[in-house]
Each structure stands twice: as structure tokens, then as C-alpha cells.
């Protein structure tokens, strides 16, 4: 297999794409003022709003791809298991989303900071860091398996 050949109608598409989410950037950037407003939306948005957002972007690739192959492979337990996750999420947003909120702090790294010191925020920060990059190849991995081999089938 010699990989997926783009043609000049998906690069189109892709420009299209990119120039609008810039053209929606540049929009919405006028009404604001400072790093907060872009933020954190001036602190205007409500925090279920916020928590929804924080959980929707949670899903990818890999949870849609990977969750019901797993289902399929093994049986209802993951299926089970995964009915937790509202259950546990939306009370945990609920807590640390206006928590956050009314410490005015923009990130749990700057609680840290304000609890702790600069260490530990720095300490938290690189292995988060980490941790996501690696989540992420997975994704990627998993995404360009799974297009392979319907391609196959």
C-alpha cells in the first residue's frame, strides 16, 4: 500500500477550512480586550457550559473507533464500564469547574502555583504535557490503522 493519495479538490477542501476558521477567529477577536476575554470568554459563560465543552472534548478518534470494536471483541463489560463516565464526569465537572471559577484562576495549573509553588506547577504541567503527546500518537496510530485497513477490507 502506497498510502492515501490527496487530491487537488481535498486541498481545496482543506483551504477552505482553514481560511474560514480564521475568518471566525478574526470575527469574534474584536469584541475582545485581554488574554481573559479570549480565554475564558470574559467569565460569562456558564460553568455547565463549560463542563459540557470540557467533556465533548474529551471524545476522539480513538473513543469512537476503539470503544464499539472493543464491544464487539470482548462483550458488554467496557459497555457497562462506560456508562459510568456521565455518571462520574458531571458531578466532578460540577465541583472543580466552579471551583476554578471562583478562584479566578485560568487553569488547574495556576491553582497549583497559588497552592504550591512554581515547582510543582512546572511538575504538573511537563508530565500533563507528556501524557497528552503520548494520547495523542495513539490517536493518530489508531486513526491511520483503522482508515488502512477499511481500505483493505
Do not use: H
Not at 485581554?34 to 470574559?42: C, H, K, P, R, T
Not at 464499539?68 to 462520574?88: K, M, Q, T
Not at 472543580?96 to 504550591?116: A, Q
Amino acid at each position: 500500500m502506497n498510502g492515501i493519495q490527496l487530491t487537488n479538490l481535498d486541498y481545496g477542501a482543506m483551504i477552505v477550512y482553514l481560511l474560514a476558521v480564521v475568518a471566525l477567529g478574526f470575527y469574534f477577536s474584536k469584541s475582545e480586550k485581554n488574554s481573559e476575554d479570549f480565554l475564558l470568554g470574559g467569565r460569562s459563560i456558564p460553568f455547565m457550559a463549560v463542563g459540557i465543552s470540557c467533556m465533548m472534548s474529551m471524545l476522539s478518534t480513538y473513543s469512537l473507533v476503539m470503544v464499539p470494536g472493543e464491544i464487539f471483541n470482548n462483550g458488554l463489560s467496557l459497555w457497562v464500564l462506560n456508562l459510568s463516565i456521565p455518571i462520574l464526569q458531571i458531578p466532578a465537572f460540577l465541583i472543580f469547574i466552579r471551583f476554578y471559577f471562583k478562584l479566578n484562576s485560568f487553569t488547574p495549573f495556576e491553582y497549583l502555583e497559588y497552592r504550591y509553588d512554581k515547582q510543582v506547577r512546572l511538575l504538573v504541567a511537563v508530565l500533563y504535557t507528556y501524557s497528552r503527546a503520548i494520547y495523542l500518537a495513539m490517536v493518530l496510530f489508531a486513526t491511520k490503522f483503522f482508515f488502512c485497513f477499511s481500505i483493505l477490507l
